[in-house]
């Protein structure tokens, strides 16, 4: 009668068990803080993703932990944006054959692609990379708010497949996200209106997304890239062209030393600003996206009038 017992009770614990790990939504890992903030809004009442990136390390140059590699391991989702961003996360890809539970941004349809550009002062160009190779590919697309659209429709629509369960969830999130998106454009374009054509240099070129998206007039970057610092000769041309091009702003970017701004702009009354297009200083989640967006266009704004 006990062993009787004991067995209904075990049959019983597991069929309470059941409900619960079904109603579990699935293992997400995204590597960026903004991409993770638009794949958190998606899946809000659901799950929260984990993120792999958090404060203001660099994802040009992270080194992946080893718990870090088994969450990898044990996702059932994994988004990221592509080699030119995340330049760690291809091989450990590959090493863990996750090719059927990957989201590469950089590959979605619909998705709109940009030209990297070098350091230094840039001529006017074409904005489209559809004949660029991918190493000629700028990685920071989701500074753009139609890309993030695009994201969003991206990651509902793989979600329902993983989790049909919640695919109702997945869709009702997604449609109240779009609509927030297309409100942060309009808010961004009234915010920066007024200094459309007042021109400005950043430190490395990872605002084209935006710059493009806002018709703003960036005039070039101080850097060649974000992990090389500018030489000596490179900030005297620079400083001369300051001077040519009338530029009002130089921004700065939290990863990053200040100092190559600080000599840029010594001595010559241009006012130096900071950006941050990856909100290194911000709390990871849905609202991260539109906190970063608009601190951008904030402080473009501030250091332009």
């Known amino acids: 009668m006990m062993f009787f017992r004991l067995s209904i009770i ?9 409900p619960l790990q079904a109603a579990e ?7 960026i803080a903004p991409i993770h903030s638009l794949v958190a809004a998606v899946m809000a009442g659901v799950a929260t993703p984990e993120l792999l990136i958090n404060g203001a390390a660099s994802p ?28 760690f996360m291809p091989r450990t890809l590959r090493s863990i054959n996750s090719d059927q539970r990957v989201i590469k ?21 074409e904005h489209s990379l559809h004949d660029h190779g991918a190493g000629e590919m700028d990685g920071h ?3 753009d708010t139609t890309n993030a659209k695009v994201i969003v ?13 919640h ?19 309009r808010d961004i374009d009234a915010t920066l209106t007024p200094v459309r054509t007042v021109p400005y240099l950043v430190f490395h070129d990872g605002y084209h997304y935006f710059e493009d998206r806002f018709k703003l007039r960036a005039a070039g970057a101080i850097s060649v890239d974000a992990e090389h610092k500018p030489g000596a000769k490179r900030l ?25 701004v600080q000599l840029v702009t010594a001595g010559t009354g241009v006012k130096s600003g900071v950006l941050d297009g990856i909100g290194s200083g911000l709390q990871p989640g849905p609202d991260l996206y539109f906190k970063l967006m608009r601190g951008l266009a904030q402080n473009l704004a501030g250091c332009l009038r």
């Open 105 to 125: 941004l950089v590959a979605l349809p619909g998705m709109a692609l940009l030209p990297s550009r070098s350091g230094g002062f840039w001529q006017a160009h």
């Open 10 to 18: 075990g049959v019983l614990t597991l069929i309470t068990a059941l």
């Open 153 to 165: 429709i991206a990651v509902a629509a793989r979600l329902s497949e993983i989790d049909p369960g």
């Open 167 to 185: 695919t109702v969830q997945y869709r009702r999130n997604s449609t109240v996200l779009l609509q927030q998106l297309d409100e942060l454009t």
């Open 60 to 87: 040009h140059s992270y080194m992946l932990k080893p718990s870090q590699i088994k969450a990898l391991q044990r996702a059932d989702l994994i988004v990221w944006n592509g080699e030119s961003v995340e330049s």
């Open 141 to 143: 697309l989701w500074l």
């Open 236 to 260: 005297s041309e620079i400083s001369a062209m300051v001077k040519q091009q009338q530029v009002r702003c130089i921004f700065s970017e939290p990863q990053y030393s200040a100092a190559a």
């Open 25 to 31: 939504g699935p293992r997400v890992v995204v590597s």
